[in-house]
């Protein structure tokens, strides 16, 4: 089945890897690092950049990781998920 994170962005339900909270998550050094390294590879995509960023979800999609940027709150997404 589909996770629906935003705007018109769907992934499967079995790619999802980590559903996260942007705010609590992105205090730490090394999560700024990791995001920052998967912005300059190329492997972030903003669903909706007109609204305020509230999770990630981390894919795995055709053996690549996939970093998408949502502004649907983390337990919202894990709601849809199950």
């Known amino acids: 089945m589909f996770l629906h994170l ?3 962005f769907v992934v499967y339900k079995k ?3 980590a559903i996260f909270d942007l705010e609590s998550t992105s ?3 090394i999560t700024k690092e990791y995001l920052k390294n998967e912005e300059i590879n190329g492997r972030v995509i903003n669903v909706e950049k ?3 960023p509230k999770s990630y979800v981390v ?3 055709n053996g690549k990781n996939i970093l998408y940027i ?3 709150a983390s ?3 894990l709601k849809r998920a199950k």
């Open 27 to 29: 205090l730490s050094k």
């Open 75 to 77: 337990v919202t997404l």
């Open 50 to 52: 007109e609204s305020l």
């Open 70 to 72: 949502s502004p649907i």
């Open 15 to 17: 790619d999802v890897i």
């Open 59 to 61: 894919t795995n999609e």
């Open 6 to 8: 935003g705007g018109d």
